[in-house]
């Protein structure tokens, strides 16, 4: 599928460097997703991608470990896209801890532009955990690296993955020791549930039909519930989720950032820094669980047989969190907030549902759902009147499918989006600091009380919805 050129938004020439390029992020998401823009032309011609990896492995060593061509009927890859994207990409073999390594990197990056003759944009893309993003950042910085081009014209930034931080502290210190070397202007905080076509769709149906905006607060809605279940397991990311868990991996990120699109202020315009103020002022208000609450507001599960697949029979890790939050706001005291995730659930369901309030005469909720995944779109329950001679009533959805309203539009993927808005410089669909920080003040009391004993822990099968959280709905 292509996109028509005259949608197709203009970058300008860029050196991408990926630090992580053999991680488990690039291979599922990253590399296809260069795939994409490069059949789609969505790279200027003079783009070049550095893969920055500790070994020496080859080009197409590489390229035949990825899931590169997901998009491509039969997974088979275009070799006409696959030469472009050859001839843009290579890989550098680096020890990122040296000091030294990052002046040869600069030299380098010098020389591509000279040879290009042309001024480039500058991108770092670190692929990795915080602990080792931290130290790259510093080198990154010391070594003049933070810097435009020589010449001063062309803009550098640094695109980082989630998780920022592994709990309120280490965010705090990785978001300092970034400020020291970059500014927030050019820096990109990836949350790619953000860049998903039916999250990026939530402010837009919200603040363009205005029959909802009336409607949206406590006296309307009983109750709003985010959810992204997930039907793979932790897919040998053993350690990575050793030391993350469902809760820190979606809840802190993706899912409270959602919610916080769902729930926050209409903006003056629909404006990048007009967006994440108002966001942010909501998730300012999101109330923290206090301490001797935390039982009664979360469940937290674990699929059968995860402690064997880690290799450790003391694992308490969670991968499933269901949390119930409230928002201290007029237009929302009162109104429970769930958000719920699990791994190796029933099947793969990312939505949001805004759940009306029933009245006394009408006993029935009518829903508002965004549909994230799988099959994007918004519905809308109702009740209606069967046809025949009764009056029998009965409920029926109202849907929007992307895939049946834009059947002629290209979807592009999230990280597609992703990489075209970091290269020219959009920051709507990235998390500020500010954010990060919030969302982790609202999980750590839970985090703090949950490392304190694993009893409330429960054990789900694979394959089932897992525990039982109808304790955090209101009672039907
Ligand atoms: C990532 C998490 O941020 O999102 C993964 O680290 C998770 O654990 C993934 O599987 C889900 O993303 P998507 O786009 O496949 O729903």
Known sequence: MMMSSDRKPALEPTILSIFGITGDLARRYLLPALYNLVKNDMLHEQTEIIGI???????????????????????????????????MLSLRQMDVTKPIEYDQLLIDLNKIEDNHGVHMNRLYYLSIPPNVAQPIITFLGEHGLNASCPHG??????????????????????????SKHFGEEQIFR?????????????????????????????????????????????????????????????????????????????????????????KQAVMSQLMAVPANKITENTVRGQYEGYKKEVSNEDSSNDTFAAVRVFIDSERWKG????VKTGKALTERLSEVNVVFKPTDENPHHNILTFRIQPNEGIELSLRVKKPGYDDEVQPVEMDFEYGDAFKKDYTPTAYE?????AVRGDHTLFATAGEVLESWR??????????????????????????????LYPAK
């Open 53 to 87: 990896t500790r070994g020496d492995m080859k080009l197409d060593e590489l390229l035949s470990r990825v899931e590169l061509c997901v998009s491509e009927a039969g997974n088979i890859c275009d070799p006409v896209v696959i030469k472009k994207l050859k001839a």
């Open 153 to 178: 014209a062309a803009n550098t930034r640094l695109l980082v993955e989630k998780p920022f931080g592994y709990d309120i502290t280490s965010a705090k210190e990785l978001i300092e020791a970034t």
């Open 190 to 278: 990836i949350d790619h549930y953000l860049a998903k076509e039916t999250v990026q769709n939530i402010l837009a149906f919200r603040f363009n039909n205005p029959i909802f905006e009336p409607l949206w607060d406590k006296d309307h809605i009983d109750y709003i519930e985010v959810l992204a279940n997930e039907k793979i397991n932790i897919e040998g990311r053993v350690n990575f989720y050793e030391q993350t868990g469902a809760l820190r991996d979606l809840i802190q990120s993706h899912l409270l950032q959602i919610l916080a699109l769902i729930t926050m202020e209409q903006p003056k315009e629909l404006k990048s820094d007009e967006i994440h103020n108002d």
């Open 335 to 338: 109104v429970p907030m769930i």
């Open 417 to 421: 989006r992703v990489l075209v808005d």
């Open 442 to 471: 609202v999980v750590q009391p839970i985090l703090h009380e949950w490392s304190k004993n694993a009893n409330d822990l429960i054990i789900y099968k694979q394959g089932t919805s897992g525990p039982d959280v109808s304790s």
